[in-house]
């Protein structure tokens, strides 16, 4: 039983700044590789933003320079700054991680419900 659970979406306007939080709960072991991904109308999911367990980021082209991701182990959650928010940032912004939950058991992929970010005037 894992639960991720986003939260910080919401209206913004352009140039503004929002910060999306995912904090994973249940049972858990070990949270390895956790990351954001964004849906729009009529697109498909594409990937954000990934970090992993040691703190090594990546990040889609578009939002370099923008946003950064970031995690607190302790608390089993990660964060996504986004900061000079374009309208193409409009979004269902989904959160992943990599659980295991049980000690020497291969991690698998638990996604959030996602939370809406839209950037608008």
């Known amino acids: 039983q894992v639960q991720l659970v986003e939260s910080g979406g919401g209206l913004v306007q352009p140039g503004g700044s929002l910060r999306l939080s995912c904090a994973a709960s249940?049972?858990?072991?070990?949270?390895?590789?956790m990351g954001w991904y964004r849906q729009a109308p009529g697109k498909q999911r594409e990937l954000v933003a990934t970090?992993?367990?040691?703190?090594?980021?990546n990040y889609a082209d578009s939002v370099k320079g923008r946003f950064t991701i970031s995690r607190d182990n302790a608390k089993n959650t990660v964060y996504l700054q986004m900061n000079s928010l374009k309208p193409e940032d409009t979004a269902v912004y989904y959160c992943?991680?990599?659980?295991?939950?049980?000690?020497?058991?291969?991690?698998?992929?638990?996604w959030g419900k996602g939370t809406l970010v839209t950037v608008s005037s």
């Open positions: 992943n991680a990599e659980i295991s939950t049980i000690r020497f058991s291969v991690g698998t992929d638990y």
């Open positions: 249940g049972i858990i072991f070990r949270v390895n590789g």
């Open positions: 970090i992993t367990s040691g703190g090594s980021t």
